[in-house]
């Protein structure tokens, strides 16, 4: 129940509320890569990667922006798994959730600035479809990551001091 309830909260906040913020016209934070970030470690990866995909269609709906959020989102829990296994000490759970408390600042860090990374990437190459303005995609692309990483990381501190 607790899984259902995360999903429909970052996607009730990334479609009512974050996709309407334009920083200087190109900063729109993404934070919808969130389900896929904090999915467990034991978590079945057919099952988390068709949750990723019916989030990333159910965004796609509502930004007006099809099949892009979908494709981002099941390429970003296709890596999740083999990255966290890379990140984690060998000795880890296997039951065990990414945050700050888990797995500690640097790794965390790197983590999350890495599946935030290839989300962006990804959903920014596949939404313009075109290299004639690089420019715009590259400042689209790097502001909306820069953004997207503040916020997630606040986030983060935010669960992170409630757990302590």
Not at 31 to 38: E, I, P, Q
Not at 44 to 49: C, K, L, T, Y
Not at 57 to 70: E, L, S, Y
């Amino acid at each position: 129940m607790g899984r259902i309830r995360q999903v429909l909260l970052v996607l009730a906040l990334q479609v009512l509320v974050l996709d309407y913020i334009h920083l200087w016209g190109y900063a729109t934070p993404l934070l919808g890569v969130l389900l896929v970030v904090y999915t467990p470690l034991d978590e079945n990866r057919i099952v988390s990667m068709s949750i990723s995909f019916l989030a990333g269609v159910v965004m796609d709906m509502f930004a007006n922006t099809p099949g892009v959020g979908a494709a981002a989102m099941t390429l970003a829990s296709f890596i999740q798994h083999p990255l966290l296994v890379m990140m984690l000490p060998k000795d880890s759970d296997e039951g065990i959730v990414p945050s700050l408390h888990t797995m500690g600042t640097p790794s965390y860090f790197a983590y999350m600035a890495i599946m935030l990374g290839v989300y962006h990437a990804a959903y920014f190459a596949l939404e313009v479809f075109s290299f004639v303005r690089i420019t715009d995609l590259l400042v689209s692309m790097c502001s909306s990551y820069a953004l997207s990483l503040v916020l997630a990381m606040s986030f983060e501190s935010l669960r992170f001091m409630k757990k302590c």
